[in-house]
């Protein structure tokens, strides 16, 4: 039995995905550190916040928040905007601005 060939082909298989896969990733990096969240809107189903200096799709609200948040419904209906509107899943309804991130609630360090 030759075992090498299976390695082979996972291997050559992996190269092929990180090529394809690592320049998407990349730009995106790139493209998220170029863009300033520009204002936050506290709502009760999940906070809002615009995101300027990105190209707006799912993708985008997603890598912003890693993860924690989508594109807005507001946003899909308001064509040609300048800025990007994210909004916080239902679950993870408040944005922690110095994280980036939503979170299930916004707790402060005291001293």
């Known amino acids: 039995r030759?075992?090498?060939?299976?390695?082979?082909?996972?291997?050559?298989?992996?190269?092929?995905?990180?090529?394809?896969?690592?320049?998407?990733?990349?730009?995106?990096?790139?493209?998220?550190?170029?863009?300033?969240?520009a204002a936050i809107t506290r709502l009760n189903n999940g906070d809002t916040f615009q995101a300027k200096g990105v190209e707006c799709d799912y993708d985008t609200c997603v890598g912003?928040?890693?993860?924690?948040?989508?594109?807005?419904?507001?946003h899909r209906s308001e064509q040609g905007r300048e800025a990007c509107?994210?909004?916080?899943?239902?679950h993870l309804p408040a944005f922690r601005e110095d994280l980036q991130i939503c979170v299930d609630d916004i707790r402060g360090r005291f001293t």
Do not use: K
Request: aromatic share 12%.
């Open 2 to 37: 030759n075992v090498q060939a299976p390695m082979d082909f996972v291997w050559i298989l992996t190269v092929l995905l990180l090529e394809v896969a690592l320049p998407y990733d990349v730009y995106a990096l790139l493209n998220f550190e170029r863009s300033s969240i």
């Open 64 to 74: 912003l928040s890693s993860g924690t948040a989508a594109i807005s419904q507001y």
């Open 85 to 90: 509107v994210c909004q916080c899943h239902s």
